[in-house]
């Protein structure tokens, strides 16, 4: 498995994102994937997560209600979609596969990590 975000960048309160997480391997269809966030001078953070087949999700509180996550298998691929952006949303969003196939909120049990995307949100 090899991940990479993208879809980072600047933008303002109440605008939306959408993150994508790809496989270029091809191969993390029967993993569940997660995305975790890290903002300067704090822990990595549970986001959201999706098992393998898309049927069960879940999220943080903190974005319960805007960020809505999904996947299409057949383009090995991970969205995070992201609303309502608030400026505590400012991080480098990470994807990860985990080593089950279906979702978890503990960061040990994601095994396969992407590089990371900026998301900068102003005020």
């Known amino acids: 498995v090899q991940l990479q975000a993208s879809g980072g960048g600047l933008v303002q309160a109440g605008d939306s994102l959408r993150l994508s997480c790809a496989d270029s391997?091809?191969?993390?269809?029967?993993?569940?994937v997660g995305w975790f966030r890290q903002a300067p001078g704090k822990e990595r953070d549970f986001v959201a997560g999706?098992?393998?087949?898309?049927?069960?999700?879940e999220y943080s509180d903190s974005v319960k209600g805007r960020f809505t996550i999904s996947r299409d298998n057949a383009k090995n691929a991970v969205y995070l979609q992201m609303n309502s952006l608030k400026p505590e949303d400012t991080a480098v969003y990470y994807c990860?596969?985990?080593?089950?196939?279906?979702?978890?909120?503990?960061?040990?049990?994601?095994?396969?990590w992407g590089q990371g995307t900026l998301v900068t949100v102003s005020s």
């Open positions: 990860a596969a985990n080593i089950r196939s279906h979702t978890s909120r503990d960061i040990s049990t994601y095994k396969y």
């Open positions: 391997r091809r191969t993390f269809t029967n993993n569940a």
């Open positions: 999706i098992s393998w087949n898309g049927g069960i999700t």
